[in-house]
């Protein structure tokens, strides 16, 4: 069946910018998760939706970083004024439930250059 | 603090020789691991998870250790491949509040095999 998508694949913008990144999780699973990957680095947890509950956004770098899941499937991450130091892979996961145990599925990530 | 790390950066091997990738943790109370495969360009793939209750578990080519006293965790590849070459990582669950379920990820090793 059909993964984790998202979009675009890449982003280039310039510094100040507002940019908007789209995460489509598997179909009937209700946990979404954003991670940043720095080049060579690992995974670094952003937030997490699960189901109606709030969201945990203990991850969010600062305040420039927001993010919704409308109608608990499609998510969108919103990064405000962009900075140099915000390039990287942001990549979405979802899981079918529990995250204790059921498997996180990666999407391919967006690439994010910012200039 | 929460701490997930790999040993090595880089592990070379030569095609059909066994492959031992390691993991150390710090938080003592974790209980369940994941180890992910990431190929250049795409997102993480789940490949083997073990829980606290488990020493060693088993899947197709890949066995996944655990060391509890040591807080240490390994993945074996038997007879690697080529389409083995990728970044490993591992990943601790961090529970947070409620069911949170954020993943700490160690920084990665790049596995290289050598035909």
Redesign the interface.
């Known amino acids: 069946g059909a993964g ?1 998508s998202q979009s675009p694949s890449n982003k280039v913008t310039e510094k100040g910018k507002d940019v908007e990144l789209r995460c489509d999780p598997i179909s009937g699973h209700t ?1 979404l ?1 954003w ?1 940043r990957q720095s080049l060579g ?5 952003l937030i ?1 939706f ?1 189901g109606n ?1 709030a969201p ?1 956004k ?2 969010l770098p600062s305040d420039r970083f927001s993010a919704e899941r409308t109608g608990g499937s499609v998510s969108t991450l919103t990064i405000q004024r962009t900075q140099q130091e915000d390039s990287a892979v942001y ?1 979405c ?1 979802s ?1 079918l439930d ?3 145990t059921d ?7 967006t690439r994010l250059t910012v200039l | 603090g929460e701490s997930v790390g790999l040993h090595l950066p880089t592990l070379s091997v030569q095609e059909g020789d066994n492959s031992i990738i390691n993991c150390a943790y710090s938080n003592s109370a974790s209980d369940y691991f994941i180890w992910y495969k990431q190929e250049s360009g795409k997102g993480p793939q789940f490949i083997i998870d073990i829980r606290s209750n488990m020493d060693k578990r088993q899947g197709q080519r890949v066995t996944v250790l655990l060391n509890k006293t040591v807080k240490h965790l390994s993945l074996q590849i038997a007879a690697t491949q080529p389409g083995d070459s990728a970044v490993y990582f591992c990943a601790e669950l961090s529970h947070g509040s409620g069911n949170t379920g954020k993943l700490i990820f160690g920084q990665g090793t790049t596995l290289q095999v050598k035909p």
């Open positions: 984790v946990a998760y991670y680095q690992g995974l670094e947890f997490y699960q509950s945990d203990s991850g990549l996961a899981s529990d995250p204790s498997t996180q599925y990666f999407g391919p990530g």
